[in-house]
Nanobody, 126 residues
């Protein structure tokens, strides 16, 4: 099992930036693909960004491409989501998730992720 704890959420003005962190403990962090997802009130949880085990490959939802950057530090067992040019539509609870992968691949499907954090709230004021 791997345990995930997100932090870094908060209130920010539109156009501002936030950096989310997700600290992992338990199993070998570098064996897991790490993803960020979000869920706004009344909406389904959606994919935001993913990074492969090695960190060599990343993929983003179209809605955040060019504004968000996912990264990881395997020595610190932590994955990050740097969010810039935030919009009110970015407001949501953000979750990090882990998917054990034998290869350096990734998935954007929620159902592929077996480990989830508790979420961190991001609020964007207009």
């Amino acid at each position: 099992q791997v345990q995930l704890v997100e932090s870094g959420g908060g209130l920010v003005q539109a156009g501002g930036s936030l950096r989310l962190s997700c600290a992992a403990s338990g199993r070998t962090f570098s064996n897991y693909v790490m993803g960020w997802f979000r869920q706004a009130p009344g909406k389904e949880r959606e994919f935001v960004a993913v990074i492969t085990r090695s960190g060599r490959s990343t993929y983003y939802a179209d809605s955040v491409k060019g504004r968000f950057t996912i990264s990881r530090d395997n020595a610190k067992n932590t994955v990050y989501l740097q969010m810039s040019s935030l919009k009110p539509d970015d407001a949501a609870v953000y979750y990090c998730a882990a998917d054990w992968q034998p290869l350096d691949m990734y998935s954007t499907r929620i159902s592929d992720y077996s480990h989830w954090g508790q979420g961190t709230q991001v609020t964007v004021s207009s």
